[in-house]
Structures are given as C-alpha cells and as structure tokens.
C-alpha cells in the first residue's frame, strides 16, 4: 500500500489479535503495519483443530491464520514477518519503532499484540538437550519415547493430561513439581494418580539437564530438604505455562505483576494512542475469539483516535 | 500432506535429485504440528530473501523420508521437526526440533555463503 516509512497505524504481533486488527484498520483505509517475530498467526497455528470459532465447523489454526492473513493483506494491509523492536518510543503523537531490518517506521497510534509463549525452565542443559532430550510437545515427539522412562515437568492441567498421553509410548513418567499440589482441574489430578505408569516427585524442582550428545540424566532439588538428587532419564516434557511477551515494553506502558499490559475498556493503554489487544492483557479468558474481540475493540478505538488526530492537525495548519 | 507453501519432497528419488540439481538445499522434515509449523513458516519467509538456496518440506511419516530419518547425522535426535541442510548434494548440517529464525538464518549464512558476482 505504501512505501512510506510512516503508517496510520502499526501493529506489533500477528497473532488472531493482531491480523484482526490490521484487518480492521486497513478496511478502515488507515495505513497499517504488522509487525510479528515469528510467523504471521502466532500460537493460533499450533493448534490442531479450532471447533469453536462462531461460523466455521472446524478448521486447524494453520488454515485460520493463512486466511485472516490474506484478509489483511486483501484491504492494502502490510506484514512483516520474523521481525523484532529493536527500540520503541510511545510518547507523543509519532510514536517510533527501530525494527531488526535496521530502518526506522512512525506512526500516529500502536496496537500491541505481542501475545505469549510457553515457558522455560532456564536452567544449565535445556537449549543443549532441546530435541535431543527434552520437549515442550507430548504430541510431537512422544513416539520418540516409546518404551523409555520419562519426566514431566509441571502441574496444571497441560502438564498432568500430557503426561496422561505420554504413557501411551513411555514405560514410565514421573512428574515433578514444584507445589505440594497441583493447579490441575480434580479430573486430570485424578486422572494421572490412577495411571500406574506415572509416579510423581512433589515439592521437588528440575535444577540441571546432564548428558553427552543427547540427555542422560537430570538433577532434581527438594525444595523442602535442599538435597538434590542426580535422575536418570530418557527425555523431558516440559509444561509450566505460558509467559506475555511483554518484556521489550518494560517502562513503557502499565503493566501487573505478571507483566500483562493494563487496559480499559476501549483497550487504551496509559499512554494515548497506544491500545492493546490479545494474550497479553490482563483478563481471565484467553482464546482466539477473546483475542479478536479485543483487538476489535482496540482497532476501531485506534481508528477513532487516529480520525480525532488528523482533524486536530486539519485544525492546525 | 504437508499444509504449507512450501515445495513438497515427495520420495526419496526426488529428495536425491532436488539435492544434486541446487547447491544450497533445506529441508524440514516433520508434521503438522506445534514444533515444525514456525519452522516452515520461517522458510516460507526467507524464501524470498535467499534467492540462491532452494527450500523445501518432506512429511515424516512418509516412508520415503527415511532418506532424512535414518541417516547417522540424526541419530540422538528426538524431536521433530529434522531440519536438514544440503550443499553440493552433502549434508552440511541438520537440527532436532523447533528453531527460531536468528537459528535458520546464522545455519543459512555460515553455511551458503552466496558467491557474489565480480
């Protein structure tokens, strides 16, 4: 739509939330960026099937993703993938944003949509192992393990049905967790517990990955004695939640304690003319129909702000 | 089948002769799944930017791609997607599981270092 290095508006993320509001902005004749660090659609195209999203019976969140992308770009909208903020600055009625490809865009209103990742451990050995060893996917690599002893990390709900559906390929799964409980619904607690195959390492966190070329054995830490305690083992899953990917907006915008952007009910930030929409707002209900009812929201509050803005300047000169 | 944008290596006849007929090959071996989608979607981005290096995805649980599960270069990996680097029909480099794009653009460029012209 345009060569410019300054557009109406700019979106970071291309998650559902972030390809809904380029969606919005774009139809609305506004010049709209998206900029995503990874592939235009986010966690959306992870998910294998999407059964309840009003209107469409079933489609995966590949095929989702593929078609709200070609929407965006239908209405003149911009996408630019696997690109990271190098610098931001929010304030004022430009705001500017240093990408990865080293050159520089305006704009009069953002939208964040930097949306959520799992999380890691971040301990010694985890990106050495990683695919040698250790997984984040029960799914994906749990055929890998088909007769071997396992560990999983974690305690929700992902953790304790995964380790579930591990034991369909491991000979046995031990879960370590951090709580003397676990955050679970009761079905999956019980589920797991009635499973002899599983077997599980309480009050207990997972300190280093051990091995040569691929993962031997762990180190695990009660954390009630202190004592640690070397664990042989084939493979580890990891499941302990999703993390906002907030972190280059630090000092930049409010956030809570766990680093999800505040917003109000227009989905306006604290700064004007910043809006945020998606997995990385503070709200209870993350889903792809919330993530693009939200950005909804922020578009339309963004398109206003940007229509007030221009008259304001109209005004002006 | 493998939902992407990507060319589709089929069998392993196609695998040898893709491999002998470019200089710089990729290809990602896996599913549709949570740990290979970003990957071929970073392919499908860098497609545009890497001219000089063909990319391409073989379905791993096609049979033929035992040309890619069963060399010795993949052996202690456990996790897809296999990632495979192909130069002057040799494997130069391969990797286990989900890669970001700073990881498959430093593989790309220390290992097909484009030939610039004099």
Known sequence: MTDSTHYDAIVIGGGPAGLTAGIYLSRARLSTLIVTDGV?????????????????????????????????????????????????????????????????????????????????????????????????????????????EIVVVGGGNSALEEAV???????????????????????????????????????????????????????????????????????VFIFIGYVPNTEFLFGKVNMNNWNEIIVDSDMATNIPGVYAAGDSVVKRYRQVTTAVGDATVAALAASNYIHHLKINEFHEH | MLYTNLHHVMTASEHQKLIAENENVMICCGRMGPMC???????????????????????????????????????????????????????????????????????????????MAD
Do not use: W
């Open chain 1, 165 to 235: 559906s591990l034991t369909k390929y491991a000979s046995k799964v031990t879960i370590v967790h951090q709580f003397d409980h676990f955050q679970a619904f009761e079905y999956a607690v019980e589920e797991a517990k009635a499973n002899s195959k599983i077997s599980f390492i309480m009050e207990s966190s997972l300190e280093k990955f051990n091995g040569s070329d691929k993962l031997e054995s762990v180190d695990i830490k009660n954390l009630k004695t202190g004592e640690t305690q070397n664990f042989i083992t084939d493979g």
């Open chain 2, 37 to 115: 989608i970003p990957v071929y979607g970073i392919m499908e981005d860098l497609e545009s930017e890497y001219t000089h290096v063909k990319f391409a995805d073989m379905e791993f649980d096609n049979p033929e791609a035992y040309v890619i599960r069963d060399v010795p270069e993949v052996r202690g990996f456990m996790g897809i997607p296999f990632t495979m680097y192909y130069k002057k029909g040799k494997l130069v480099k391969a990797t286990s599981s989900i890669q970001s794009v700073s990881q498959v653009k430093s593989i790309l460029d220390k290992e097909f270092v484009p030939v």
């Open chain 1, 40 to 148: 235009a659609g986010g966690q959306m195209i992870l998910t294998h099937e999407i059964a309840n999203y009003p209107g469409v019976e079933s489609i995966s969140g590949y095929q989702l993703s593929n078609i709200m992308k070609k929407q965006a770009k239908s209405f003149g909208c911009v996408i630019k993938g696997n690109t990271t903020v190098e610098s931001l600055n929010l304030e004022g009625d430009v705001k500017e944003l240093k990408l990865s490809d080293g050159k520089t865009y305006t704009a009069d209103s953002v939208i964040l949509t930097p949306g959520g990742r799992s999380r890691t451990l971040g301990v010694e050995g985890e990106t050495k192992f990683k695919g040698r060893g250790i997984s984040y996917c029960a799914t994906c690599d749990g055929d890998f393990f088909t007769g071997k």
